[in-house]
């Protein structure tokens, strides 16, 4: 999606199964994509086409009044981040690139 030029904050999550889906969220808004029937498979780039839809809807509707106030999303108590070294897969260090 920020590839397409949506920069504000914002979460995703896909899914696929024997179809495939693709949930995009704001703070003050949730689109959900889905793409498929139950007797065929989805392919992943009809997925990412999709995604790319979702984007272009994304914009128009956060530049509409009722979704235009976009704002951070809060961190969970009790939830915690961690960089992790891509090489090793652990913990970073100050001495990882």
């Not at 590839?3 to 024997?18: D, E, I, M």
């Not at 949930?23 to 995604?51: E, H, K, M, P, Y």
């Not at 994304?58 to 961690?82: N, Q």
Request: hydrophobic fraction near 45%.
């Amino acid at each position: 999606m920020r590839a397409r030029g949506f920069t504000l904050p914002a979460a995703g999550k896909t899914g696929t199964s024997r179809d495939g889906w693709f949930a995009g969220f704001t703070n003050n808004l949730v689109c959900v994509i889905w793409i498929g029937f139950d007797d065929i498979t989805i392919s992943a780039s009809r997925v990412a086409q999709r995604r790319a839809d979702l984007a272009d809807f994304m914009i128009r509707a956060t530049a509409m009044p009722a979704y235009r106030d976009v704002k951070d999303f809060d961190k969970p108590e009790g939830v915690d981040t961690a960089v992790i070294d891509a090489d090793t897969l652990q913990l970073a260090t100050p001495n990882c690139p």
